[in-house]
């Protein structure tokens, strides 16, 4: 089982839909990334969290430390929002998820 | 905002090749870099730590001698593939701790790396 999980592995939307992508881990950690790739390969860290929630534009990311779960959530989704999210968990190392790839259609 | 550049940001060179990527913060201090490697719609697997001024820490099954990494200045680390083979070929990614900043960690674009 891996130390960080993802779901949905793959997530087709239209343009602006709610998007909620899920990340649970099962080790001990002291911050949560979530990071957008782009089909380049380019990554991008769109939060950090230790607890609680952040917003920044149209996405927000929260963390319950004591259910070790965080979700992203984009509202009012567009096309350029496709990409692949991918959680990644920061114990000794970062450990990451294996990504959610989102596409968003006009 | 803090900016990681990576560079080159894509090689095409002949088996047998050594291939240097550069990784620098440009706007932070970075004592600790990380490389990544990441195969196709695959996660990122983390190759080795990099601390400015000291020996890499490799991760397990990586070969040190293949992938020569130094962190001379606090800004710029670099990953040296030597004799580079067809399977070297892969996606590197670097990543910087920023030093001042409780920890944030920012992401190069990465390095495309194709070698025939």
């Known amino acids: 089982k891996n130390e960080v999980e993802q779901s949905p592995q793959n997530l087709t939307a239209q343009e602006g839909e709610f998007i909620t992508i899920n990340c649970s881990y099962s080790v001990g950690i002291s911050a949560l990334h979530w990071l957008q790739q782009h089909p380049g390969g380019g990554i991008v860290s769109l939060f950090m969290l230790s607890s609680g929630k952040k917003k920044h534009g149209r996405l927000i990311a929260t963390i319950n430390i004591q259910e070790k779960h965080s979700s992203l959530h984009i509202t009012a989704s567009h096309p350029r929002d496709s990409a692949v999210y991918i959680c990644?968990?920061?114990?000794?190392?970062?450990?990451f998820g294996t990504g959610t790839r989102l596409q968003v259609f006009p | 905002g803090a900016v990681v550049s990576q560079h080159p940001s894509r090689v095409i060179c002949k088996s047998g090749t050594s291939v240097k990527i550069e990784c620098r913060s440009l706007?932070?201090?970075?004592?600790?870099m990380f490389w990544y490697r990441q195969f196709p719609k695959q996660s990122l697997m983390l190759m080795a730590t990099?601390?400015?001024?000291?020996?890499?820490?490799?991760e397990q099954g990586v070969e040190k001698d293949k992938f020569l990494i130094n962190h001379a200045s606090l800004t710029l680390s670099t990953l040296t593939v030597t004799s580079a083979h067809p399977e070297d070929s892969s996606f590197y990614i670097c990543?910087?701790?920023?030093?001042?900043?409780?920890?944030?960690?920012?992401f190069g674009d990465g390095t495309r790396l194709s070698i025939l």
């Open positions: 990099s601390n400015e001024g000291s020996k890499a820490t490799y």
């Open positions: 706007d932070f201090q970075a004592t600790t």
């Open positions: 990543s910087a701790r920023d030093s001042g900043t409780g920890g944030s960690q920012h």
């Open positions: 990644a968990v920061r114990a000794d190392k970062l450990i």
